[in-house]
């Protein structure tokens, strides 16, 4: 079983900057890409950010520029640094990993966090 936490969510006023965190634990053979999606309240769930295990990134278009997705392989961790923030940032942040089970090595699964709220004030 794998479980990933995040962290670093908040209340910022528009121009500020927050932080996300999520890491991914349990029976892990390899982390392969991980990502963030963000979901407002009665829209669809959106990819806002994904970086592989080679470090390659994309971005949605509202975000580039303004956001940073990173990574720690050692750590299995991922990161969202917001800067710039707006209003219509505000969501439930949501990390996602493809990962590799030590049973079963040829299997990628798909793992979802709990979400984190973001708000942005105007």
């Known amino acids: 079983q794998v479980h990933l936490v995040e962290s670093g969510g908040g209340l910022v006023q528009a121009g500020g900057s927050l932080r996300l965190s999520c890491a991914a634990s349990?029976?892990?053979?390899?982390?392969?890409?991980m990502a963030w999606y963000r979901q407002a309240p009665g829209k669809q769930r959106d990819l806002v950010a994904v970086i592989t295990n080679g470090g390659g990134t994309n971005y949605r278009d509202s975000v580039k520029g303004r956001f940073t997705i990173s990574r720690d392989n050692a750590k299995n961790t991922v990161y969202l640094q917001m800067n710039s923030l707006k209003p219509e940032d505000t969501a439930v942040y949501y990390c996602?990993?493809?990962?590799?089970?030590?049973?079963?090595?040829?299997?990628?699964?798909?793992?979802w966090g709990q979400g984190t709220q973001v708000t942005v004030s105007s």
């Open positions: 349990g029976s892990i053979f390899r982390v392969n890409a």
């Open positions: 996602n990993a493809k990962v590799v089970g030590v049973t079963f090595k040829t299997i990628e699964y798909d793992y």
